[in-house]
């Protein structure tokens, strides 16, 4: 995978050829939520984490687990607690640009996991929710 949005495509191709079926469609809403966390995941690699390295989707029973791999050992600073996102106009005084991506994804995907690899780097796994029960 060469890029972000060359990832939301296959993510969305995995959602359409392997989960979808004449009698069960994903909504357009839970769609996009997959399109943000995969270019989350993916910008994050290649931002923060020395260059994406590996990146899967594969269907699970109640939406997508997407998987992306990069380069880097460190794991996210808020892994254990996404933290809120800025209110009112707090976030202008941050010293660095950004900090919204690893709160958007717990928002919006289930069942995060972040693994050192033993060959070095690290995944970070997310299942996208594409049934109409997910949570708001």
Do not use: C, Q
């Amino acid at each position: 995978m060469a890029s972000a949005s060359a990832a939301r495509a296959y993510a969305v191709a995995v959602v359409r050829e392997e989960w979808e079926t004449p009698f069960r469609r994903a909504p357009e809403g839970a769609l996009v939520d997959l399109r943000l966390v995969v270019s989350e995941l993916v910008s994050n690699a290649v931002r923060h984490g020395g260059g994406l390295t590996g990146f899967e989707a594969r269907p699970e029973a109640v939406g997508v687990r997407v998987v992306v791999r990069d380069a880097s050992d460190r794991v996210p600073d808020a892994v254990t607690s996404p933290g809120p996102f800025p209110e009112g106009e707090a976030h202008l005084e941050r010293a660095a640009p950004g900090g919204y991506g690893w709160p958007l994804i717990h928002r919006l995907a289930r069942d995060i996991h972040v693994e050192r690899l033993p060959e070095g780097g690290k995944a970070v796994s997310a299942l996208i929710p594409l049934t109409s029960s997910r949570e708001d």
